[in-house]
């Protein structure tokens, strides 16, 4: 009866943190505007992704071009930056909250958070790459310590605890800390505000 909203629903049921009634809501929402917005939407949808690139070393996504040669992002390429401090965080963009920080060294994404029931903690995240990293970086002499970032709840909690197993036997000249309780319980990294980020970053344990 409703083939369009259906279709419509069931793509925004997609999108992180949206339900099913909202998912229809968006779908009625497109439907009552004008042509012309709905146009531009779907073509920014399309030049979005298209612009979207992963880099090679930290695993972010983000908007514009790897350096052609290295494949890395801008942060990865930056030689300015401190080549021997890893910040370890879930998603591409908490990233960005840093940047309002005087953190100035490297990012490393996991690409999602170790579920506590999960009895395999290597599969289903960067795990793997994340030891390769640290394993070929701190042969290198370069790395000196692994900064987990992950937000302050029980899968995060628990993605802290399962790295640091899985770190252990790669670690002996690292040092691995975590951020300190200067963010709140719960909070999302992406929407830390800077102080508190620069007050958990300096607490780091
Ligand atoms: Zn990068």
Do not use: W
């Amino acid at each position: 009866m409703n083939d369009s909203v259906d279709r419509l629903a069931k793509l925004f049921l997609k999108f992180p943190g949206i339900g099913e009634r909202q998912a229809r809501r968006f779908a009625y929402f497109i439907l009552t505007q004008q042509e012309g917005y709905v146009d531009t939407l779907s073509r920014a949808l399309v030049a979005a992704r298209a612009h979207a690139n992963m880099c090679n070393r930290c695993l972010r996504i983000f908007e514009g071009t790897t350096d052609s040669n290295s494949g890395l992002c801008e942060i990865c390429s930056d030689e300015h930056r401190d080549q021997g401090s890893i910040v370890v965080v879930e998603k591409s963009q908490d990233i960005e909250s840093f940047a309002r920080t005087d953190y100035n060294g490297l990012f490393f994404v996991l690409g999602g958070l170790i579920p506590i029931v999960q009895k395999d903690i290597i599969q289903g995240t960067n795990a793997a790459k994340l030891i390769a990293r640290v394993q070929a970086e701190r042969a290198d002499g370069a790395l000196r310590e692994v900064i987990l970032a992950f937000p302050i709840t029980p899968n995060g909690e628990h993605t802290d605890s399962a790295l640091r197993e899985l770190l252990a036997p790669v670690s002996d000249t690292l040092t691995i800390t975590s951020l300190g309780r200067g963010l709140s319980t719960g909070a999302e990294l992406e929407y830390a505000d800077p102080a508190s980020l620069e007050a958990s970053l300096k607490k780091r344990e």
